[in-house]
């Protein structure tokens, strides 16, 4: 018998099915901008109305959340996850997302599973106006087991050069205020699943995974709700590093943040993370976002509007003349 590609692990068969499972929800993504369909060697999407426009891009993964989902056998929200890591990276700067690629990659391919990966992104751009223009499935046998799965993807959105937020304007006396997080979002999970190795143990009323896999949380709505109504000087979008290597990416030298600790809203997840494992509370807010998905930086006078515009938002600290670029206390 000769040999085949099929012969040596990769089945293009399977990558055809996955393709026709996702190609009428991807367009469904699509908009006046993106000039050509699924199937190119390269997407295209035109840039019109702007002024000055400047390309905002960022890239990103999931990490070992995926291990959980696919313990678990539950796809629908890593795609979420993928997108909404490099799509809130970009929000940091004022950009509206523009479009998204991804990247999938496994040792053998199952349709129905890459399917339901790629129509959770799908479910994340149609929220934040943005374009699935294309994407890769690579079929790796060898590289990675049957079963295993990776997942990357790249946002690149649009701002007008005058409007970019940079955090240059943030000055002593500003206001911080905290955007919730949905949960751990997508960092920490090689220490989450060192903690918690069963993910079918039941945690308030239902299995844990449930808890584990709540998607992050998409902020394209809120930020650009109030940056139509209010000036934000400093976005900080709080991912692997947690709080305190996060929130100094948007503070100028010379100043620091001063954050009340007593004031932030730890989901209870996070609290029995810690208690169960015996973290201690610095390293708890050096890894995970312990309930802050994000943190502004906004006038004083701006805060309390800030306040008034979005329901769940909350007022944790302050913006200091300071060497040290973080203080909790």
């Known amino acids: 018998m000769s040999n085949t590609y099929k012969s040596a692990g990769v089945d293009k068969e399977e990558g055809y099915k996955t393709v026709d499972k996702i190609k009428k929800a991807v367009a469904g993504t699509h908009n006046a ?44 929200s890593i795609g ?9 990276d970009i929000l940091c700067h004022g950009a509206k997302p523009l479009f998204f690629l991804d990247y999938l990659a496994c040792g053998k391919l199952d349709s129905e599973i890459a399917a339901e990966i790629v129509l959770g992104m799908v479910e994340a751009c149609k929220d934040n106006n943005c374009a699935l223009i294309g994407g890769e499935t690579a079929e790796m046998p060898g590289m990675y087991q049957p079963g295993d799965y990776d997942v990357a993807g790249f946002c690149v959105g649009i701002v007008e050069k005058e409007e970019i937020i940079d955090g240059s304007k943030v000055a002593a006396g500003h206001k911080l205020i905290a955007l919730p997080s949905s949960g751990f979002h997508s960092n920490g999970f090689s220490l989450v699943r060192k903690i918690f190795p069963d993910f079918n143990e039941e ?25 139509e109504e209010v000036e934000i000087d400093g976005i900080a979008h709080i991912t692997g590093g947690g709080l305190i290597e996060n929130v100094p990416r948007m503070i100028p030298q010379g100043l620091g943040a001063k954050i009340d600790t007593s004031k932030i809203q730890i989901p209870s997840i996070m609290l029995e993370l810690e208690k169960r494992g015996k973290i201690a509370r610095k390293e708890m807010y050096g890894t995970f976002n312990m309930g802050v998905g994000m943190v502004l930086a906004v006038d004083a006078n701006h805060a309390p509007k800030v306040l008034d515009l979005l329901d769940d938002a909350y007022e944790i600290g302050e913006i200091v003349k300071s060497e040290n670029q973080i203080e909790l206390f």
Not at 43 to 72: F, M
Not at 80 to 88: E, K, Q
Not at 204 to 223: A, S
């Open 33 to 76: 901008n993106v000039l050509n369909n699924l199937g190119s060697f390269g997407a295209l999407y035109e840039i019109a109305g702007y002024k000055n426009p400047v390309l905002v891009s960022g890239t990103d993964g999931v990490g070992t959340k995926l291990k959980v989902a696919l313990d678990s056998k539950k796809y629908g």
């Open 80 to 88: 979420v996850d993928c997108f909404a890591m490099c799509a809130n």
């Open 203 to 227: 945690f308030e009323g239902k299995p844990l995974y449930e808890t584990l896999l709540v998607p992050t949380r998409l902020y394209y709505k809120p930020i650009h709700k109030l940056l």
